[in-house]
T-cell receptor
Framework: QKEVEQNSGPLSVPEGAIASLNCTYS??????FFWYRQYSGKSPELIMSIYSNGDKEDGRFTAQLNKASQYVSLLIRDSQPSDSATYLCAVNRGYSTLTFGKGTMLLVSP | DAGVIQSPRHEVTEMGQEVTLRCKPI?????LFWYRQTMMRGLELLIY????????DSGMPEDRFSAKMPNASFSTLKIQPSEPRDSAVYFC?????????????FGPGTRLTVL
């Protein structure tokens, strides 16, 4: 089983819709979780961090964490074409390193 | 504040040549990470440093790869000799010890093409 799994997509949503991106992880000792956005040809950009069960909201973004089920998700409300990118889920096991999923490509159509 | 700085941004070289990638972490950050990204394998951690000391190099693919961090503001990743399969985007990232999340911030990357 891969340590961090994401559906590769693409996930296609119309402009204004809610995009839901999911990630599962295998190591129960994982402590903190991150969502990075990566535009084509660019570097990963940190957009959300979460380490407690429940929801964390930042503008149009909401991260959701369920440690019992070992999944973390990212909701993007009022999706815009500029949100079209690959979203990488990353997991920290309490050490300094992150394990990344391969990412989900999101396409938002006007 | 300046982010993570990497150079060069693009490197094209021929098989067998030595390649040196450079990174300047964010000032005050204690950790520095080197990653490689390919379509097939995604983002892979190669090596990381804490306070200039290499902590884990288990991700370095072969002895052809080496990394150094002579001071807190500079690190290099060297490939000698380079091979076509080394073609990838190489990212450097840094983070600060003691933060709640151990958030890592990435540089712009170096796109390496080995012919």
């Amino acid at each position: 089983q891969k340590e961090v799994e994401q559906n590769s997509g693409p996930l296609s949503v119309p402009e204004g819709a809610i995009a839901s991106l999911n990630c599962t992880y295998s190591d129960r000792v994982s402590q903190s979780f991150f969502w990075y956005r990566q535009y084509s040809g660019k570097s990963p950009e940190l957009i959300m961090s979460i380490y407690s069960n429940g929801d964390k909201e930042d503008g149009r973004f909401t991260a959701q964490l369920n440690k019992a089920s070992q999944y973390v998700s990212l909701l993007i409300r009022d999706s815009q074409p500029s949100d079209s990118a690959t979203y990488l889920c990353a997991v920290n096991r309490g050490y300094s390193t992150l394990t990344f999923g391969k990412g989900t490509m999101l396409l938002v159509s006007p | 504040d300046a982010g993570v700085i990497q150079s060069p941004r693009h490197e094209v070289t021929e098989m067998g040549q030595e390649v040196t990638l450079r990174c300047k972490p964010i000032s005050g950050h204690d950790y520095l990470f080197w990653y490689r990204q390919t379509m097939m394998r995604g983002l892979e951690l190669l090596i990381y440093f804490n306070n200039n000391v290499p902590i884990d190099d288990s991700g370095m693919p072969e002895d052809r790869f080496s990394a150094k961090m002579p001071n807190a503001s500079f690190s290099t990743l060297k490939i000698q000799p380079s091979e076509p399969r080394d073609s990838a985007v190489y990212f450097c990232a840094s983070s600060r010890e003691g933060t709640a999340y151990n958030e890592q911030f990435f540089g712009p990357g170096t796109r390496l093409t080995v012919l």
